[in-house]
């Protein structure tokens, strides 16, 4: 690979190729980064409101222990 790329100018190999690539390839980056964040989005979600739910089962049973309603 470095021989195919050894006689090309710098501007061939560190702008032109990316550019390229990014063409060709940039609505599968975008689909990736996409899903990801999405991803990301909805295992935030999931823990917060996994952790909004502990904390107020905790303070119901805290709440209620205290009384002695059970």
Request: charged share 10%; net charge positive; aromatic share 18%.
């Amino acid at each position: 690979m470095r021989e195919f790329f050894a006689g090309l100018p710098w501007w061939v190999k560190w702008i032109a190729v990316p550019v390229i690539a990014l063409v060709v390839f940039g609505s599968v980056i975008a689909t990736v980064v996409s899903f990801v964040i999405q991803l990301l989005f909805k295992v935030l979600l999931f823990v917060a409101l996994v952790g909004g739910l502990i904390y107020v089962v905790r303070k119901f049973m805290s709440s209620s222990s205290s009384r002695g309603d059970w």
